[in-house]
T-cell receptor
Framework: DQQVKQNSPSLSVQEGRISILNCDYT??????FLWYKKYPAEGPTFLIS?????DKNEDGRFTVFLNKSAKHLSLHIVPSQPGDSAVYFC???????????????FGQGTRLTINP | GAVVSQHPSWVICKSGTSVKIECRSL??????MFWYRQFPKQSLMLMAT?????????EQGVEKDKFLINHASLTLSTLTVTSAHPEDSSFYIC??????????FGPGTRLTVT
């Protein structure tokens, strides 16, 4: 049962344009969402997160949008740069009623390629 | 800050042998460490959650006797794959947490069992 889904395994975008990566989730108990970037043979690095009380969070070139009614979030990268080429994972957690670090449920990842 | 290391970065072992993978938080104390497994072109699957000084909590379907986890200190957790078989070949990644939401990932360990 895939609770977090990234339905696009790959995405190719021209340098300078906007990259939009999508993620859907099924568990309505998730209340915190994160995006990670991963290069081959390396661990994921944190990019940006959003709490379910918000619908948008922005950090430089990266913006995450959350649509709770649709159980959908997206990551926008603008302008896209060649160094953004990597695999992007969305992740979700349910923080309510728990203490300490929370388990993350990851999507399958989307490979983003930025073309010069 | 918040650097997590893993050792070794890659290992090849023969079927039937055991392999130990170390995960260290280098510049912070990690109250919780997580172990993940990633198959090629697939998602990171959580294997277990490890809290310092207590037994690890394994996810459903993960054999605790095969994947031994020890979290002896606030900066070190180890994963031992016992009696490894070719199907255990995978990319193993740990993460360490020092606060409620932050998880910092190690670079991963590529295990190949021949």
């Amino acid at each position: 049962d895939q609770q977090v889904k990234q339905n696009s395994p790959s995405l190719s975008v021209q340098e300078g344009r906007i990259s939009i990566l999508n993620c859907d989730y099924t568990n309505s108990m998730f209340d915190y969402f994160l995006w990670y970037k991963k290069y081959p043979a390396e661990g994921p690095t944190f990019l940006i997160s959003i709490s379910s009380i918000k619908d948008k969070n922005e950090d430089g070139r990266f913006t995450v949008f959350l649509n709770k009614s649709a159980k959908h979030l997206s990551l926008h990268i603008v302008p896209s740069q060649p160094g953004d080429s990597a695999v992007y994972f969305c992740a979700a957690s349910d923080r309510r009623g728990s203490q300490g670090a929370q388990k993350l449920v990851f999507g399958q990842g989307t490979r983003l390629t930025i073309n010069p | 800050g918040a650097v997590v290391s893993q050792h070794p970065s890659w290992v090849i072992c023969k079927s039937g042998t055991s392999v130990k993978i170390e995960c260290r938080s280098l510049d912070f104390q990690a109250t919780t460490m997580f172990w993940y497994r990633q198959f090629p072109k697939q998602s990171l699957m959580l294997m277990a959650t490890s809290n310092e000084g207590s037994k690890a909590t394994y996810e459903q379907g993960v054999e605790k006797d095969k994947f031994l986890i020890n979290h002896a200190s606030l900066t070190l957790s180890t994963l031992t794959v016992t009696s490894a078989h070719p199907e255990d070949s995978s990319f193993y990644i740990c993460s360490a947490s020092r606060a409620f939401y932050e998880q910092y990932f190690g670079p991963g360990t590529r295990l190949t069992v021949t």
